[in-house]
């Protein structure tokens, strides 16, 4: 083998090791007798978030009036409403998150390694 196709393949090698998985760990649902008070302050969270101004333009955007969000809030078990609650930090508005990003850059960056190298 010559020593530039043992380069690729140990650049390509370490890149493809670098990209993670981009699943995370899914939090299991809660327990069936959950309290009402506890119910209850996981339906403020949500509906506080619910109520911000520019979550509020979307879900109107979307055709939503604030009633209609109440009530279908309302209709949820109370283990999604609290999975929900629980979750709230964790969604993504839209796009990649910054360490998404920065896996994309180190792999952009491993392959513009690898075509320099391979153009000499």
Known sequence: MS???VFFVVVLL????AIPAFAG?????TA???SLDSREADLTIVR???ANDQ???????NGFTQD????????MSPQDLHQLAQNLEQLQPAGLTRQEWIWIG?????????VVALAD
């Open 106 to 114: 180190v792999g952009a960056l491993a392959a513009l390694i690898l």
């Open 32 to 34: 069936a007798n959950q």
């Open 68 to 75: 209609e969000v109440r009530q279908r809030l309302a209709q």
């Open 48 to 50: 506080n978030v619910a």
């Open 3 to 5: 020593k530039r196709l």
């Open 14 to 17: 370490l890149t493809f090791a």
């Open 25 to 29: 760990p899914v939090p299991s649902k």
């Open 55 to 61: 979550v509020a333009a979307v879900l109107t955007a």
